[in-house]
């Protein structure tokens, strides 16, 4: 079947390491996306990685994926307050994205 | 670079009535997604269409229909509404090569207020 679960809230330090994680089911996936919501917003594409990669780095963003665990993470370096949205961990699988239902990253000065 | 716009931005509709909503893709991208994200939820993907046709569904009624256009843009449209469909209505475009999907862009959505 397919499902994706996050954790519902993440609370850190503003200038501390944020790590967002995500578990998917279903192995076919091609691609495992991280998307960024802030209030009354659509969503943001932050960063993709493709099924056959580990880690992708991008800017303050590291991406790491365990697909031996079905197990994908998020890393933001040095955590601003413009970084408190939800996040959210998608996979596509054909033509459609499953998503999870999103973490809250709630930044504290 | 235009990215994906959809309109409106807010409407309010009651039960058993019908609603369109409108979306214009990414220049340069020819598929478009659509999802319904309920509060506090992630997005549920409603349908995506390529090339003017129907290329995936998900899980809705066939209340749930919808057009693409030759310029690549889109209508989604909801008959006999519920109450449960209140909703933020996400579009999503991205650029399908035969090799399969890209990353989807997506606009800041329509939202849908039923009462």
């Known amino acids: 079947g397919e499902d994706v679960e996050q954790s519902l809230f993440l609370s850190v330090r503003e200038g501390d390491s944020s790590v967002i994680n995500c578990t998917y089911t279903d192995s076919s996936s091609t691609y495992l996306y991280w998307y960024k919501q802030e209030p009354g917003a659509g969503l943001q594409l932050l960063t993709y990685i493709f099924s056959n990669m580990d880690m992708k780095q991008d800017q303050r963003l590291t991406v790491l994926l365990n697909k031996k665990d079905k197990h994908l993470s998020l890393r933001i370096a040095d955590t601003q307050t413009g970084d408190s949205a939800i996040y959210f961990c998608?996979?596509?699988?054909?033509?459609?994205?499953?998503w999870g239902a999103g973490t809250k990253l709630i930044i504290k000065p | 670079e235009t990215g994906v716009t959809q309109s409106p931005t807010h409407l309010i509709k009651t039960r058993g009535q019908q609603v369109t909503l409108r979306c214009s893709s990414q220049?340069?991208?020819?598929?478009v997604s659509w999802y319904q994200q309920a509060l506090g939820q992630g997005p549920q993907f409603i349908f995506q269409?390529?090339?003017?046709?129907?290329?995936g569904r998900g899980n809705f009624p066939p209340r749930f229909s919808g057009l693409q256009f030759p310029n690549y843009s889109s209508e989604l449209n909801v008959n006999a509404l519920e109450l449960d469909d209140s909703a933020l209505y996400l579009c999503?475009?991205?650029?399908?090569?035969?090799?399969?999907?890209?990353?989807?862009?997506f606009g800041d959505g329509t939202r849908l207020s039923i009462l």
């Open positions: 998608a996979e596509s699988i054909n033509y459609q994205l499953i």
């Open positions: 999503a475009s991205s650029f399908t090569p035969p090799e399969g999907n890209q990353p989807q862009h």
């Open positions: 269409y390529y090339r003017e046709e129907e290329n």
């Open positions: 220049s340069g991208h020819n598929t």
